[in-house]
């Protein structure tokens, strides 16, 4: 009997998942909790849900912060120290008392990606100053004091995974907002990078009313426990990108694939950058969608036509996409020797690898939708061989 391979530990080096939105500030009666209390416990908290108007291309992208304290109990900040060159030491790790968070004595040991950075006040001169914050709960108030709506900002942080209702949820956390010098709307941003592990099946059909492939990818995440399993690691979650790309040139669909996509064997961790869109989806209504006690009434004039397609037509709520453009280049090597390379490293795990037992609910099967969106590069070749006559590239 062969002896069974033991899986490899998931972990996130080198990974990046980040996002920074560039644009204009909006704050309303929703931005902002300050001191609210749980109805569970002695938890106290501050939240900021901010919206940032970037352009007509990505929408009004929001983001989040949140952060507290327990009222009966006694709070620590935990952080990381420096090394002697003043770089963060991660593996130097100590906890700061609630009450010292503003000491500059002892915030000179904490490392600089223990803080939270806040610009939003220009000094005499005209230059924006920043302010150091060691707790969201701190900086919100602060942002709060500060930020007024339409002000321009710069809006960076970390993308969070997780799973709620067994949906994948991709939350912005903040942690920094300051001032943009950006003063040109066509100009204003909302990107993200992200590493991602792709599989052989990773490619989906294509959207040709859209002009998208969806990617399905894994994207790894911190959890303490899922399922009701404790995790205390890294876990897989599945998540859709969309890559935009014209399905009207084969050719150019084609090496796409190869170059970028395409998995030989095990699981490919490669990272993207793209762009963040968020906006209304609205579903327009047609006279065929008109119930007959409506279209009674637009025959007694009660309505015109045009009304009653208005009165028809649902927003269906906020499309989130998450569209990557292009693999992140690297420069990599010595100085004056540096190279640039793809962040793509194939064979980085195993399929097995991803499999975790924390992962599968113990549910009855259920019967396989022959309409499923994602297949099988096994069955339905999607790289192009000359000899599979369900190939999608060869009916585009």
């Known amino acids: 009997m062969a002896k069974k391979t033991e899986k490899k530990k998931l972990e996130k080096k080198n990974w990046i998942s980040s996002f920074m939105l560039v644009g204009e500030a909006k704050v309303n009666d929703y931005t902002y909790k300050i001191d609210e209390k749980s109805e569970k416990s002695d938890w106290i908290y501050n939240h900021l849900n901010l919206g940032v108007d970037c352009g007509e291309k990505y929408g009004t992208v929001y983001s989040?912060?949140?952060?507290?304290?327990?009222?009966?109990?006694?709070?620590?900040?935990?952080?990381?120290?420096?090394?002697?060159?003043?770089?963060?030491?991660f593996q130097d790790r100590f906890t700061v008392a609630w009450e010292d968070r503003f000491d500059e004595d002892i915030l000179q040991s904490v490392g600089s990606f223990c803080f939270l950075t806040v610009g939003l006040e220009k000094d005499k001169s005209g230059k924006?100053?920043?302010?150091?914050?060691?707790?969201?709960?701190?900086?919100?108030?602060?942002?709060?004091?500060?930020?007024?709506?339409?002000?321009?900002?710069?809006?960076?942080?970390?993308?969070?995974y997780s799973i709620y209702n067994d949906n994948v949820m991709v939350k912005k956390e903040i942690n920094s907002v300051v001032l943009s010098k950006i003063d040109d709307t066509s100009k204003y941003v909302a990107k993200f990078t992200q590493t991602m592990l792709l599989q052989k099946d990773s490619v989906g059909k294509p959207d040709r009313d859209r002009g998208i492939i969806p990617i399905y990818a894994k994207v790894l995440d911190y959890v303490k426990e899922i399922n009701g399993v404790e995790v205390k690691?890294?876990?897989?979650?599945?998540?859709?990108?969309?890559?935009e790309v014209d399905l009207t040139n084969k050719e150019l669909v084609q090496k796409t694939i190869e170059k970028v996509?395409?998995?030989?064997?095990?699981?490919?961790?490669?990272?993207?950058?793209?762009?963040?869109?968020?906006?209304?989806?609205?579903?327009?209504a047609t006279e065929d969608d008109i119930p007959d006690d409506i279209k009674e009434l637009i025959e007694i004039g009660a309505y015109t036509l045009d009304e009653a397609l208005a009165k028809c037509t649902e927003n269906t709520g906020r499309e989130k996409r998450m569209v990557l453009r292009k693999p992140l280049i690297k420069m990599v090597g010595d100085d004056g020797q540096k190279v640039p390379v793809?962040?793509?490293?194939?064979?980085?795990?195993?399929?097995?690898?991803?499999l975790l037992d924390c992962l599968i609910k113990k549910e009855e099967p259920e019967e396989a939708d022959d309409d499923d969106a994602s297949f099988d590069v096994e069955d339905e070749d999607v790289f192009g061989d000359d000899d599979d006559d369900t190939d999608w590239l060869s009916k585009l």
């Not at 690691?233 to 890559?243: A, D, L, Q």
Request: hydrophobic letters at 35%.
């Open 64 to 89: 989040e912060l949140m952060g507290g304290y327990g009222a009966d109990r006694d709070n620590v900040v935990y952080v990381h120290g420096k090394n002697e060159d003043g770089t963060d030491n």
């Open 128 to 160: 924006v100053f920043y302010k150091k914050f060691l707790t969201p709960y701190d900086a919100i108030l602060y942002v709060q004091q500060h930020l007024e709506s339409d002000m321009v900002v710069n809006v960076k942080g970390n993308l969070k």
């Open 261 to 284: 996509f395409k998995v030989k064997k095990g699981v490919t961790e490669i990272t993207f950058e793209g762009d963040l869109i968020e906006g209304g989806a609205i579903i327009t």
């Open 233 to 243: 690691g890294f876990v897989p979650f599945n998540k859709t990108f969309e890559y």
């Open 342 to 354: 793809i962040q793509k490293f194939e064979q980085k795990y195993d399929d097995e690898d991803l």
